[in-house]
Every structure is written in structure tokens, then in C-alpha cells.
């Protein structure tokens, strides 16, 4: 595929297929097709061949689902295979490129320098000419001819109808009257051979094609890169003995070993040793990591310090690293909505320019009668237009931009993403574990009866340890420290609400003040005012009752992170209203909220998670374009309600799954960050289209007026599909000089 006519073709040929859709990308050369399970692989092959194409799956089995892990891997694999295509078709070039530049400058030199002429020079220029518009220019002529036989055009036939054209017609004046150039010293409007213009046109478009498909190549790196960073081989421990296995080897539940200095070969937990694990590669942060027994570890991350015995939870397809390139691939796989613009013109663009060339030869021939003002003038009209850069503008620079944001640990899931990051004007932002750390610690305990202040922590531990929420997770590790916890039965989790279960014979509910009138304890007028005095120094308090009567409170404190508030300060400047949206009390959220600078009337506080989702659809209704940014399970629902959900990787799986954009890493500079490069990468799609459309609208009647050399048309449009490539190209550099 040469042009977006190409891409047009393609799609609309493949979507007459009774519910096929199919999004077909220039520069990887690939396309995204749904097909129902009434149409098989061999169907969709043999559209394609029919398109005039050649197609093959990108691996065999599985490439037909791509929500199946392994067609994930298998495309993105296949997005490799598509740059490796890429560097090929450059190479193929190469010699085609090198044999025209070096056969085109005499025929230039001896045609415009009337000083270097000889006797009969058109005999030599036409000698010279022939290899460079035959065989340099072949690509152009056999993609031009297989795509007459199936009775349509693209750019390739604009290119070998001029570039013919032009040779044609000279050889036929040459072999007309062989002694037109007998004389030396003719000036250019003395004769009518343009065999310097098929041979010029020619090499410019060769030079064109061979630099845009080094920049496509260049474009792809960074996806290439991203999926080169896993560990190739891991030492596996077995019976006690260690052994060297490739890493794709490795199955869940295998105990293996990372040395100081060794990449963690796939997703695990620590079951033995400390050490400091550097994420940057996977989260972007440039911090390292503390980890310790039973601390979770990220394939492809690189162990800094001790040695570490890491039990394998996740392989091959299913590691965060495979989920990264896929969520990539499918990202640089589809198309933005902007680009469906250019797919519309492309589809009508070389037959209008072709009729556009016809009329402007027969306009200029009846009104001069100059026949060869007149081909001058049609063969302009055709070298100039350029469908390519139309094509190029979306893909070219959506390739870069999610390549650079999988280096900086930002993963964009659709081109649709880009578009909603423009519009939004709100951002809800969760507070555990995304404006604060989430390493909540026990303040302190306030017994209501009897019971010890150990007791009352032990009893609430028992049943919080079976919990996912940061709450639990903090009374569980406090009440650990004091003793080994007991069992628990009959445990239940309501989430929002609290906890439940039975420890050594005793019923035990923990959570909020309504949780607990839910399950029959009503606590007295003096223990709100003990719960109130925590609240009002910014804890968050957690009821604990047992067996039917309100025994006492458990006060947490959270910290927060350290780059959150000047995070919060950049989501300002990029025109984003923060909220904080929390489920813990007034107080506490008030006083994190003042200490990020989020004003009080832009907190709110109490809510549980179906509240999240009202609290969304509300700043919706009031007419806000509203991004969520969380990391748990309570958080799934409004992600997936907002506008724009965002997900903090350190979070649970099924927040990023809910979510349209993930940040890897746990700062909230990164969601900053994230949007910064949403919007750019938006902004140069603008752009490419911007400059893609001025240089057609404006090229194509200056050619047709008749203003223009068709050597120089032929050099502009080479240069205007390699400057779309390289403005796009620009976006590798986000993030290095520009700190958000």
C-alpha cells in the first residue's frame, strides 16, 4: 500500500462483507478487521487479494479475537513484522534510488546547460532516461497496473501516468524528427523533450518513498522497543536446584532467581529477599521501588540490589508487559475520528485529479494552441497531487505518540482517547492511593467498653485481612505486628460499606457507622462525639462491633504523595477543573484537598462507589466534560461512566480494564503528563492533516494555471509526505526537554 486511496479501497471493499469491519493503518501495512463467525480467515484473505492486494493473518491461530491474550501478543508481534516490512521496502529501494540519482544528473546537465551539448544530445538524454523511468521506476508502474486491473487508481497512478507521459511524449518527438537535436546550445523552449522531467520526477518520488519509509520505521521503534525489554532468559529453582530456561518457559507457580543487576524475567511476588527494583522502564518513574516478601514485581524490571527469590504469577501472554504492547498495538491499529475525514477525500482523490488533468490540458490547448505548455501543465497536475501525506498525517504521528507514551509508562487504549482529552474540562480525582499514597497507617484505637485496645485491633485484623480495600490492608499489617492473626468464617464485604465474619466464635462487624446499624449495632450519641474529635484531625475512622454492641474506633492517617500537589498544579494549567471525590469523611478529605490546593467547594466527601458514579453523571448533567483518575475496584464503575477514565497502574486490573488511558506508574504527575501527550499528539494530527490539505488545495491549481516546473511538483510531492512523517517523528522528544 502506497496512499490513503490504498487504505480507502481496502476497508470499503472488506466492509461489504456482511458484518466486517475493518480499520487498515498506511504505515504498519495492517489492518484490524471484526468479523462474525460466520466469515472465516480465508474470506477476508481472499477480499484482499481481490482488492488488488497481497494479505496474510499475522500468526496462525487466535488472530481472529483480539480481546484472547494471545492474539494480543500475536498482533503485536505483527506490528513487528510490519516495521521489519518497512525497513525491507527501504532497502528494496536503495538500488532503484542510487541508479536514477546517478543517471539523472547528466540527463539534467546535458538538457539545461546548453554548453555541455554535443550533436544529437536527445539520443544520449533518452538512453540515459530509459533505465530510470523503466526499471528505478517500476514500483510505480506494476502497483499503477495491478490496480487498472481491478479498475481503480492511487497515487502510483497519478506518478506513472506523468512520469510516462512525459517520456512518451518526448520520444515521440525525438523519433518524429531525429535530427531535433543536432544543434548544440538549444535553450529549454527550443525543443520539446522533457526527459529530464520524467527522470527528475522519478528520482524525487524514489528519494521521497525511500526516506518515509525510514521515518515509518522510525515511528515503530518505540512500540519495538517496548516489547525487546523482557528478560530472555531466567534462572529457575526446582527440587532446590538451579537452572538456566528461557524465559518463555516460564509457568505460573515457578520459584526463580534475580540477582543484583538482572532483569526480572516475568510477574511475580517476592517469596524470599530484599531489594530495590528500578520500574522506570514499565511505570516511567524514575524512583526505585523498595520490595520485600510478598511485595509484587513487573517482568522486565531491573532488580538494583539483593538477591530475590520471585514466584512466577503471570507469563508469557498474560504478563504486564504483554498487556502494555497490546494495548499499544491495538491503540496505533485503529484511527481517530478526525482521520475519517481524510479517508473520505482520499477515496475520490486521484480520479478527480486525474479529470482535473485532462481539463487542464485541453484548457490550455484550445485557448493557446501550445501543445507543449499544454502537456507541461497536465503532467504538473499530476506529479503535484499527493493523496500520500492525507494518508500519513493520523497513523504516522498516532505511531509515535502512543510509542513515546509506552516509554514514559502512559498507555493509550483507542485513537478515540486523543479526542476526548481535547474536550475535557473536569477532573475527578480519587484520593487513596491516587493524590495519597494509600499506605494508610493506625493512628490510634478508642475502646468504647472493656475490651483492650490489642483486643479490639486483633478482632478487626482477623477480618480485615480477607479484604482488597488500603484500609483493611493497614488494620490487618497493624494488627499482625501486635500478634498473629486468628481465623475468620462467614466473612462478607460490602464494598463502601465494611466487613463482616465470625473469629473465634465471636461476631465481629467493622466499617462505616451505617454498615453497622445494617447489621443491628446502633451506636450512643457519645460515641459520634469520639468518632467526630478523630475526624476533626483529619482521620479516617473505622466503627468496629461485637457480638451486636459498638466496641470501639480505629483511627487511620494517610500521607500524601510527594509530587501530587504540584501535579494538580499542572492539570490547572492545562485548563482541567480538579475534584477530589473520596469515600472517607469531610475532615480528612478537606485536609488533604488544602494541603494539593483543591478548594473545599470542589471536595466531596462520604461517598460510596455507586455514589461515585451519580457524583460523575452530576458534573455531566451540569454540562462538564469530566476524566476520572482511580486505582480500585470501587473506582471500576466511574471510570467507566466518565468521559475519560483514567487508571493508575498501581491499581487493581479491573480499574484498568474499565479505563480508556493508563499511567503505569502511581504518580499523578503522570496523568498530567498523559494528557499533555494526548493533546500533542492530537495537535500534530491537526497539523499533518493541516499542511496535507494546504499543499494539495494550494499545488494542484498552481499546476493547473500552468505556474508551475513538473520537476519542482514532483520534489514537492516527495517532500510533502516526508514532512508529514517528520513533524510526526518530533513527538519521540516528549518528555525529554519538555518537564510537565
Keep these: 500500500m502506497t496512499c490513503a486511496s490504498c487504505v ?63 492474539a494480543g501478543t500475536t498482533m503485536a508481534e505483527g506490528l513487528l513484522e510490519g516495521d521489519r516490512e518497512t525497513r525491507s521496502a527501504g532497502s528494496v529501494l536503495l538500488p ?75 520520444a515521440w518527438q525525438l523519433f518524429a524528427d531525429p535530427n531535433l537535436t543536432a544543434h548544440t546550445g538549444m535553450a529549454m523552449d527550443a525543443h520539446a523533450l522533457y526527459f529530464e522531467v520524467a527522470a527528475v520526477v522519478t528520482t524525487f518520488l524514489l528519494l521521497g518513498r525511500f526516506l518515509e519509509a525510514n521515518a515509518k520505521s522510525r515511528a515503530g521503534s518505540a512500540l519495538h522497543a517496548l516489547l525487546d525489554l523482557g528478560a530472555k532468559e531466567a534462572t529457575v529453582l526446582r527440587d ?10 516460564l509457568e505460573p507457580g515457578d520459584v526463580f532467581v534475580v540477582r543484583p543487576g538482572e532483569k526480572i524475567p516475568t510477574d511475580g511476588f517476592v517469596v524470599e529477599g530484599q531489594s530495590v527494583v528500578d520500574t522506570s522502564l514499565i511505570t516511567g518513574e524514575s524512583l526505585p521501588v523498595d520490595v520485600g516478601v510478598d511485595d509484587t514485581v513487573i517482568g ?74 499544454s502537456f507541461t501543465a497536465a503532467v504538473a497536475v499530476l506529479v503535484i497531487a499527493c493523496p500520500c501525506a492525507l494518508g500519513l498525517a493520523t497513523p504516522t504521528a498516532l505511531l509515535t505518540g502512543t510509542g ?9 487504549k483507542s485513537p478515540q482517547v486523543l479526542e476526548d482529552t481535547r474536550t475535557v474540562d473536569t477532573i475527578v480525582l480519587d484520593k487513596t492511593g491516587t493524590v495519597t499514597t494509600g499506605q494508610l497507617s493506625v493512628s490510634g484505637v478508642h475502646s468504647f467498653t472493656s475490651a483492650t485496645e490489642e483486643e479490639i485491633l486483633s478482632l478487626a485484623g482477623a477480618v480485615e485481612v480477607a479484604s482488597e480495600h488500603p484500609i483493611a490492608h493497614a488494620i490487618a499489617r497493624a494488627a499482625t505486628e501486635k500478634a498473629p492473626l486468628l481465623p475468620v468464617a462467614g466473612f462478607y464485604s460490602a464494598p463502601g460499606g465494611g466487613v463482616r465474619g465470625t473469629v473465634n466464635g465471636r461476631s465481629v462487624v467493622a466499617g462505616r457507622a451505617a454498615w453497622l446499624v445494617e447489621n443491628g449495632i446502633n451506636p450512643a450519641p457519645d460515641h459520634y ?24 474506633l480505629i483511627a487511620l492517617k494517610d500521607t500524601l504523595k510527594p509530587g501530587s500537589a504540584a501535579a494538580i498544579a499542572q492539570l490547572k494549567e492545562l485548563g482541567l477543573r480538579p475534584i477530589l471525590l473520596t469515600g472517607d469523611n469531610a475532615s480528612a478529605a478537606s485536609a488533604v484537598a488544602a494541603q494539593v490546593g483543591i478548594p473545599a467547594e470542589d471536595v466531596l466527601a462520604g461517598v460510596l462507589p455507586e455514589g461515585k458514579v451519580e457524583a460523575i453523571r452530576g458534573l455531566q448533567a451540569s454540562g462538564a466534560t469530566v476524566a476520572m483518575a482511580g ?23 479491573v480499574a484498568i480494564a474499565a479505563a ?16 499533555k501527550l494526548s493533546r500533542r499528539t492530537l495537535g500534530t494530527i491537526k497539523t499533518n492533516l493541516f499542511w496535507a490539505f494546504f499543499y494539495n488545495a494550494v499545488g494542484i491549481p498552481v499546476a493547473a494555471l500552468g505556474l508551475l516546473n513538473p520537476m519542482i511538483a514532483g520534489a514537492a510531492m516527495a517532500a510533502s509526505s516526508v514532512l508529514v512523517v517528520c513533524n510526526s517523528l518530533r513527538l519521540r522528544r516528549f518528555g525529554r526537554r519538555h518537564k510537565v
Excluded: C
Excluded at 130 to 151: D, G, Q, T, Y
Excluded at 240 to 249: L, N, T
Excluded at 404 to 410: D, H, V
Excluded at 529 to 552: F, R
Design 240 to 249: 532446590g536446584v538451579e537452572s538456566r530456561i528461557p524465559a518463555d518457559r
Design 529 to 552: 462525639e469520639a468518632l467526630s474529635a478523630q475526624e476533626q484531625s483529619g482521620a479516617t475512622v473505622i466503627w468496629v462491633g461485637v457480638d451486636g454492641e459498638p466496641t470501639g
Design 8 to 70: 480507502a479501497r481496502v476497508e470499503r471493499k472488506l466492509g461489504k462483507l456482511d458484518g466486517v469491519e475493518a480499520s487498515v493503518n498506511l504505515p504498519l501495512e495492517s489492518a484490524q478487521v471484526t468479523v462474525p463467525d460466520s466469515i472465516t480467515d480465508q474470506q477476508i484473505l481472499d477480499t484482499v487479494t481481490a482488492t488488488g492486494y497481497s494479505a496474510a493473518l499475522k500468526a496462525s491461530g487466535g488472530s481472529r479475537d483480539v480481546q484472547d491474550a494471545d
Design 631 to 653: 486505582d480500585g475496584v470501587n473506582d471500576a464503575a466511574a471510570l467507566a461512566q466518565a468521559d475519560l477514565g483514567i487508571a493508575m497502574g498501581s491499581g487493581t486490573d
Design 300 to 373: 522486565a524490571t531491573i532488580n538494583a540490589n539483593g538477591r530475590l527469590l520471585v514466584k512466577a504469577t503471570r507469563v508469557g501472554s498474560e504478563t504486564t508487559l504483554a498487556q502494555m504492547g497490546r494495548l499499544v498495538s491495538q491503540a496505533q491499529s485503529g484511527k481517530a475520528p478526525i482521520a475519517r475525514l481524510a479517508d473520505r477525500i482520499s477515496s475520490v482523490f486521484v480520479p478527480v485529479v486525474l479529470v482535473l488533468a485532462a481539463v487542464t490540458f485541453g484548457a490550455w490547448f484550445f485557448s493557446t494552441t501550445d501543445l507543449q505548455h
Design 96 to 170: 532503484r534510488l542510487l541508479l536514477a540519482a546517478a543517471l539523472t544528473l547528466p540527463v539534467v546537465v546535458i538538457s539545461m546547460v546548453p554548453a555541455v551539448q554535443f550533436p544529437h544530445w536527445g539520443w544520449a538524454v533518452f538512453a540515459l532516461s530509459l533505465p530510470v523511468v523503466s526499471w528505478a521506476a517500476w514500483p510505480f508502474h506494476h502497483a499503477a497496473a495491478v490496480n487498472a486491473r481491478h479498475f481503480a487508481s492511487t497515487m502510483d497512478t497519478l506518478v506513472s501516468i506523468g512520469v510516462s507521459a512525459a517520456f512518451l511524449f518526448s
Design 404 to 412: 513515546r507514551g509506552a516509554q514514559l509508562g502512559i498507555l493509550i
Design 660 to 675: 480508556d488511558l493508563t499511567v503505569m506508574g502511581s504518580d499523578l504527575g503522570q496523568v498530567a503528563q498523559a494528557i
